[in-house]
């Protein structure tokens, strides 16, 4: 089975950008870190419907633990900061 793991930092980089990454690779940057995390739900769904993939996203908190989510996470992500 394939893992697809979804990185989001806490912090933002000098320019004010969240960068994903996927497996490590940096892919898309955001200027909102609610927007990072939305991308990241987003596509892990679309690759976690794919048979033989398992996707998390690992969103840092502000404590700098990594915490690490399942495609399928419910909890609604407009609220964050």
Known sequence: MALVIYDIPFHA???GLWHVHVNGVPTENFGRRVD???YAMH???LAGAQRGIQ???SVE?????WREFESTAKRPITELR
Not at 61 to 65: P, V, Y
Request: aromatic fraction near 0%; charge should be negative.
């Open 61 to 65: 908190g502000a404590d700098g633990i």
């Open 36 to 38: 990072a995390i939305a």
């Open 55 to 57: 996707v998390l996203v």
């Open 43 to 45: 596509q892990s769904k």
């Open 13 to 15: 980089d000098i320019a």
